[in-house]
């Protein structure tokens, strides 16, 4: 929710100027969902079931 909130609002105050904006999310963006991949993949390989 936040996340979003930021992207609205820098959208809204940049209007135009999606270039500019997407230099700095793009980067930010691709981070923060390999890092969810990661940590997905790192409790996949991980989980032990109950005996």
Same mark, same amino acid.
């Not at 979003?4 to 270039?19: C, F």
């Given at each position: 929710?936040?996340?979003?909130?930021?992207l609205t609002a820098a959208g /809204?105050?940049?209007?135009?100027?999606?270039?500019? +904006? *997407?230099? @700095?999310?793009?980067? /930010?963006?691709?981070?923060?969902?390999?890092?969810? +991949? *990661?940590? @997905?993949?790192?409790?996949l390989v991980t989980y032990r079931?109950?005996?």
């Amino acid at each position: 929710m936040i996340w979003t909130g930021l992207l609205t609002a820098a959208g /809204v105050a940049l209007k135009d100027q999606y270039e500019m +904006v *997407a230099t @700095y999310v793009d980067p /930010v963006t691709k981070t923060v969902l390999g890092l969810i +991949v *990661a940590v @997905y993949l790192y409790r996949l390989v991980t989980y032990r079931r109950a005996s």
